[in-house]
């Protein structure tokens, strides 16, 4: 089974400023996905980015950008130039893909990082 | 507009009484999931089904149950089996994976917040 980590319960940056939210997990497979999730207050679940596992190669959303270390098993999100707007509990989660490739979808979370952005 | 509708927003529960979550989507998606959230556990999968008529259980299956009738309709009933069922319930449906190394982005419904009195 695979486990989520995320050991930041809260964070908080100022307005403008760069912020960093830690991820780890825990898996015996190599080929699976990963993503970052935002909860805006209205609760409503936001892909933020995703990372398949065979790319060496970090992805990057405009002002969101990930740092993937898989022999560490670690997946960070970096948020630069933080708005308000980005207040939120963000959730790391993790797919597993099947022996072909394919996946059932099933997500396996962490427990999320609530960040609030200062003005 | 195409998208996921739960309902209701809030509910509330007598404890021994079953009750059911409405989940309906129009995007034609063949997978849904059921996921319940509750504070400092993110979010845990409880039921999914990839396509009609066939669903299997997630990590925390024990006290619910589910259907699948209808590609648009995954409602999930919460029985007086389930030890604590106050939490935030939310609802996600995907295209279903069949492609080899394809990622199909699951879309998630608002929630339905159920408080047990």
């Known amino acids: 089974a695979q486990t989520v980590t995320q050991s930041q319960p809260e964070m908080s940056v100022q307005e403008a400023e760069t912020v960093t939210l830690s991820c780890t997990y825990d898996?015996?497979?190599?080929?699976?996905?990963l993503f970052w999730y935002k909860q805006p207050p209205s609760r409503q679940m936001i892909l933020v980015i995703r990372?398949?596992?065979?790319?060496?190669q970090n992805a990057t959303e405009n002002r969101f950008s990930v740092n993937f270390q898989k022999a560490a098993k670690s997946f960070s999100l970096k948020i630069s130039d933080s708005q308000l707007g980005d207040t939120a509990m963000y959730f790391c989660a993790f797919m597993k893909l099947n022996a072909g490739g394919t996946s059932y979808g099933k997500l396996t979370f962490g427990q999320g990082t609530i960040l609030t952005v200062h003005p | 507009d195409g998208g996921i509708t739960q309902s209701p927003k809030y509910l509330f529960r007598k404890e021994g009484q079953n009750v059911t979550l409405s989940c309906e989507q129009n995007l034609n998606h063949d997978a849904m999931y059921w996921y319940r959230q509750d504070p400092g556990q993110g979010l845990r999968l409880i039921y999914y089904?990839?396509?009609?008529?066939?669903?299997q259980k997630g990590d925390i299956a024990e006290g619910y149950s589910v259907s699948r009738e209808k590609k648009e309709s995954f409602p999930l009933t919460v029985t007086s089996a389930q030890k604590n069922p106050t939490a935030f319930y939310l609802c996600?449906?995907?295209?279903?994976?069949?492609?080899?190394?394809?990622?199909?982005?699951?879309?998630f419904g608002p929630g339905t917040r159920l408080t047990v009195l």
């Open positions: 996600a449906s995907s295209i279903r994976g069949l492609a080899s190394f394809s990622y199909n982005e699951q879309f």
């Open positions: 990372q398949e596992a065979y790319k060496q």
């Open positions: 089904s990839q396509i009609v008529n066939d669903f």
């Open positions: 898996t015996s497979e190599n080929n699976y996905y």
